[in-house]
T-cell receptor, first 117, second 118 residues
Framework: GQQLNQSPQSMFIQEGEDVSMNCTSS?????WLWYKQDPGEGPVLLIA?????ELTSNGRLTAQFGITRKDSFLNISASIPSDVGIYFC?????????????????FGKGTLLTVNP | GAVVSQHPSRVICKSGTSVKIECRSL??????MFWYRQFPKQSLMLMAT?????????EQGVEKDKFLINHASLTLSTLTVTSAHPEDSSFYIC??????????????FGNGTRLTVT
């Protein structure tokens, strides 16, 4: 099955620094998603990418869908304390005729971000 | 935007009892909902896909008789953990797809349910 490698596993940074994390896959996806999860809560969608090469921003966050369709990165600029949390990438490959199971997401293992004020 | 609500947010039950978790789509109709389990410091693992009006599709290794899923309406799916044991203690999260047809995956997740079995 598809596997996602997300790195780094954790990061400790100072407030104001930029952050970069990435995911690579053993096979292609046609959608990449980035989520943030706070303790005890569900993941919240940050950015959705639907096209190879696509570069999308959401405030201080920027993410790109790799040209090979096997990777994606997320950058956070000028980090602030509330950026603390776990960031997950997720990939999706739609398959014709698979019905409901066509919409399964494959998640990376997450990047734990700590921001020191 | 699309909102997915889960209830309860926390539940503690005794070993051997059953627990029901609800997942509702608040402002859209969800023909398909997904149930995930997340252990501490780990990623989300898909347990099953819940289809409105039909049987759920379970992932390999997930016991369908233990984790009963009912998706009786376009806005509600329930997950019942039957005869719960301490090893079932986990964080259960649902997601729902708000677009009928097409190729896009579900994007929105509930806030999760923390199940503790004593």
């Amino acid at each position: 099955g598809q596997q996602l490698n997300q790195s780094p596993q954790s990061m400790f940074i100072q407030e104001g620094e930029d952050v970069s994390m990435n995911c690579t896959s053993s096979s292609i996806f046609n959608t990449w998603l980035w989520y943030k999860q706070d303790p005890g809560e569900g993941p919240v969608l940050l950015i959705a990418l639907y096209k190879a090469g696509e570069l999308t921003s959401n405030g201080r966050l920027t993410a790109q869908f790799g040209i090979t369709r096997k990777d994606s990165f997320l950058n956070i600029s000028a980090s602030i304390p509330s950026d603390v949390g776990i960031y997950f990438c997720a990939g999706h490959l739609s398959l014709v005729g698979r019905g409901g199971s066509n919409y399964k997401l494959t998640f990376g293992k997450g990047t734990l971000l700590t921001v020191n004020p | 935007g699309a909102v997915v609500s889960q209830h309860p947010s926390r539940v503690i039950c005794k070993s051997g009892t059953s627990v029901k978790i609800e997942c509702r789509s608040l402002d859209f109709q969800a023909t398909t909902m997904f149930w995930y389990r997340q252990f501490p410091k780990q990623s989300l693992m898909l347990m099953a896909t819940s289809n409105e009006g039909s049987k759920a599709t379970y992932e390999q290794g997930v016991e369908k008789d233990k984790f009963l899923i009912n998706h009786a309406s376009l806005t509600l799916s329930t997950l019942t953990v039957t005869s719960a044991h301490p090893e079932d203690s986990s964080f259960y999260i649902c997601s729902a797809r708000d677009r009928p047809g097409g190729r896009t995956p579900p994007l929105h997740f509930g806030n999760g349910t923390r199940l503790t079995v004593t």
